[in-house]
């Protein structure tokens, strides 16, 4: 029952929240993991999926290859990957194991979106002389993109809870509060820490939602 005081005393103190080993700074780097690991996996994941999608063949096989990838854990992912060359360096590890991470939503989700287009409306554009490209680009990524937009979401929540993982290599990121909590056998900066990744995770599922509430109705309609 004193637990919890405590940990409010620990995140109300300012000295916590500044210095190199604050949460200000920590927050700020698990936030361009994030963000980064978010953006390399859509470049790998979305081309795939819109051609994948428009194309109408492979799609089935890739998104089943992706999702079998995800029965694997991601420190499992992450432990290997510092036993190969890549280990030596000291960011790469956790980005690929975080991209391999997200590529499954994002890539699932697109392709769905992509197949779901109303065939009807994909036959029109075609009668009217569109070319592949155009017909990806003006008609069937368009009306993908709600979708398209949920995979985002998906991966990008995922990425703020497992990004925690990069502290166990020596990286930065709210991980290493909860990391130098265990290290301190302090259970308050530990509980701290995973309150401060929760709320987090949950601030950027609230951004996407308010996104998605605003956004034009093509771009809501089928998030829902």
Do not use: K
């Not at 420190?75 to 360096?89: N, Q, S, Y």
């Not at 680009?137 to 009306?143: D, T």
């Amino acid at each position: 029952m004193n637990t919890l005081p405590a940990v409010w005393s620990w995140l109300t103190t300012a000295a916590n929240w500044s210095g190199e080993n604050g949460i200000g700074h920590r927050l700020e780097q698990h936030l361009v993991l994030t963000f980064a690991c978010l953006a390399i996996s859509a470049l790998i994941a979305l081309p795939i999926a819109l051609t994948l999608g428009h194309l109408g063949r492979g799609g089935a096989l890739a998104v089943n290859l992706a999702n079998v990838g995800r029965a694997v854990p991601t420190f499992a992912v992450l432990v290997l990957l510092l036993l190969t060359p890549i280990g030596r360096h000291e960011q790469w590890p956790t980005v690929i194991a975080l991209v391999l991470f997200a590529i499954p939503p994002l890539l699932t989700n697109a392709y769905v979106g992509m197949r779901e287009v109303d065939q009807d409306v994909v036959r029109a554009a075609r009668g009217m002389g569109m070319t592949g490209a155009q017909l990806v680009w003006r008609v069937e990524a368009p009306l993908a993109f709600p979708l398209v937009l949920t995979g985002v979401r998906i991966a990008a929540v995922q990425l703020v809870a497992t990004a925690t993982l990069a502290a166990l290599v020596g990286g930065g990121g709210l991980g290493r509060i909860i990391t130098a909590g265990f290290n301190l056998a302090s259970t308050p900066q530990v509980v701290a820490g995973a309150v401060v990744v929760a709320v987090f995770a949950l601030l950027m599922e609230a951004a996407f939602e308010l996104a998605q509430r605003f956004a034009p109705v093509w771009v809501r309609g089928r998030t829902r």
